[in-house]
């Protein structure tokens, strides 16, 4: 495993959870909600289309018995022990819970990639941005994938967001070494394929 997973992982799970998740309307004492307050709002609102639809609304009984922060700590976990699968369904049982978490969706595509499911990989990564547009990690790693799998329009679009991080870092920051490693794998995608063209 990559150091720069290693350290993925764990800025994850040295913060709250809390923190990730999106925070509706709240007072600044509150704390923010966990995962499972997450899970019952979003069952509370999926409720409410029951009230158009009556008996259409079908909450999955057998998660309820589960707590999306535990089976997130689980699979942090997993990634940290090099067990992807495990991961894998514990991250799928948060996302059924919290559709917006960000860091599970980063979590699940980097599970994704270590189990070659690169097209799902980029799925997760991209609804991982989605969601938090300066999770950078996340990011990063699409930024990545996209370069290694020939997907080099859709890294090339990236190469604006990654040089103004690149700038504002300016090699003192945490993350010179992830940004500046990203923009070698996009530079040298980019030349292999100008190679093959011009052959």
Same mark, same amino acid.
């Given at each position: 495993? %990559?150091?720069?997973?290693?350290?993925?992982?764990?800025?994850?799970?040295?913060?709250?959870?809390?923190?990730?998740?999106?925070?509706?309307?709240?007072?600044?004492?509150?704390?923010?909600?966990?995962?499972?307050?997450?899970?019952?709002?979003?069952?509370?609102?999926?409720? $409410?289309? %029951?009230?158009?639809?009556? %008996?259409?609304?079908?909450?999955?009984?057998?998660f309820? =018995?589960?707590?999306?922060?535990?089976?997130?700590?689980?699979?942090?976990?997993?990634?940290?022990?090099?067990?992807?699968?495990?991961?894998?369904?514990?991250?799928? =049982?948060?996302? =059924?819970?919290? $559709?917006?978490?960000?860091?599970?969706?980063?979590?699940?595509?980097?599970?994704?990639?270590?189990?070659?499911?690169?097209?799902?990989? $980029?799925?997760?990564?991209?609804?991982?941005?989605?969601?938090?547009?300066?999770?950078?990690y996340? $990011?990063?790693?699409?930024?990545?994938?996209?370069?290694?799998? %020939?997907?080099?329009?859709?890294?090339?679009?990236?190469?604006?967001?990654?040089?103004?991080?690149?700038?504002?870092?300016?090699?003192?920051?945490?993350?010179?070494n992830?940004?500046?490693h990203?923009?070698?794998?996009?530079?040298?995608?980019?030349s292999?394929?100008?190679?093959?063209?011009?052959?």
């Amino acid at each position: 495993m %990559g150091i720069r997973k290693i350290f993925g992982m764990a800025l994850l799970a040295a913060g709250s959870l809390a923190i990730s998740t999106p925070v509706l309307a709240q007072s600044s004492t509150q704390p923010p909600p966990t995962i499972a307050d997450q899970a019952d709002i979003n069952a509370s609102n999926a409720g $409410r289309t %029951g009230d158009l639809f009556p %008996g259409t609304v079908q909450r999955d009984q057998s998660f309820e =018995r589960t707590n999306p922060d535990e089976e997130y700590k689980k699979a942090v976990d997993a990634m940290a022990n090099d067990d992807p699968a495990t991961a894998r369904k514990s991250l799928l =049982r948060v996302i =059924r819970s919290a $559709r917006k978490h960000a860091p599970s969706y980063y979590l699940l595509g980097l599970a994704e990639i270590d189990l070659d499911k690169k097209k799902e990989a $980029r799925k997760h990564l991209e609804k991982a941005i989605k969601y938090d547009p300066d999770f950078v990690y996340a $990011r990063l790693e699409l930024v990545r994938l996209y370069a290694t799998d %020939g997907n080099l329009d859709k890294a090339k679009q990236q190469l604006p967001w990654l040089d103004k991080r690149i700038q504002s870092c300016a090699n003192t920051c945490i993350l010179a070494n992830d940004l500046e490693h990203s923009r070698e794998v996009i530079s040298a995608a980019i030349s292999n394929e100008s190679l093959s063209v011009t052959q």
